[in-house]
T-cell receptor
């Protein structure tokens, strides 16, 4: 049973460019959440997708957008990259219950913006 | 606005002894709490969780305690093993919504 998979593993971009990160959830999961983890900090919530719609959004600008496909996989898009967007981007999947919220994480995509 | 805090950046423990990691929160609406472990170059791995209606949950060597009046939870690892050396994150959620994480505590278990 494959867990959460993310691609690519590493990515180097320059300021102003756009990037797309991809995530396949754990089998049986219907909800995908994205987090940004800066060095020395805990993961920060970006947004969550359920039934192909954005359910909840954290305090991130509109440059961050996403999508969930009918097979529950998801993409995170970041436009007009800034140096401060350099971070580890984590995808987590879960089965929506409305209460018990155990999220399972992928290994992440390390984004470097030069 | 840091709703979840882990005030100890690091902890060093001898193999076989107890490791106690602490976490404080401010949002009284949190109803579910989790601990994750993270190794370098890997994503966080779920360890153990507890709902707000309980004050203790055990899973093998791991026990989580919740003190709602103090808005405090702790993770006990007994006995500690060198393979437990990792970064431990405390997280909380409200009604199944986003996870709010602390900054993490680096645990080093010395053999």
């Amino acid at each position: 049973d494959a867990g959460v998979t993310q691609s690519p593993t590493h990515l180097i971009k320059t300021r102003g460019q756009q990037v797309t990160l991809r995530c396949s959830p754990k089998s049986g999961h219907d909800t995908v959440s994205w987090y940004q983890q800066a060095l020395g900090q805990g993961p920060q919530f970006i947004f969550q997708y359920y039934e192909e719609e954005e359910r909840q959004r954290g305090n991130f600008p509109d440059r961050f957008s996403g999508h969930q496909f009918p097979n529950y996989s998801s993409e995170l898009n970041v436009n007009a990259l800034l140096l401060g967007d350099s971070a580890l981007y984590l995808c987590a999947s879960s089965l929506w219950t409305g209460y018990k919220n155990i999220q399972y994480f992928g290994a992440g995509t390390r984004l470097s913006v030069l | 606005d840091q709703q979840v805090k882990q005030n100890s950046p690091s902890l060093s423990v001898q193999e076989g002894r107890i490791s106690i990691l602490n976490c404080d929160y401010t949002n009284s609406m949190f109803d579910y709490f989790l601990w994750y472990k993270k190794y370098p170059a890997e994503g966080p791995t779920f360890l153990i969780s507890i709902s707000s209606i309980k004050d203790k949950n055990e899973d093998g060597r791991f026990t989580v305690f919740l003190n709602k009046s103090a808005k405090h939870l702790s993770l006990h690892i007994v006995p500690s093993q060198p393979g437990d050396s990792a970064v431990y994150f405390c997280a909380a959620s409200e009604r199944g919504n986003k996870l709010v994480f602390g900054a993490g505590t680096i645990l080093r278990v010395k053999s």
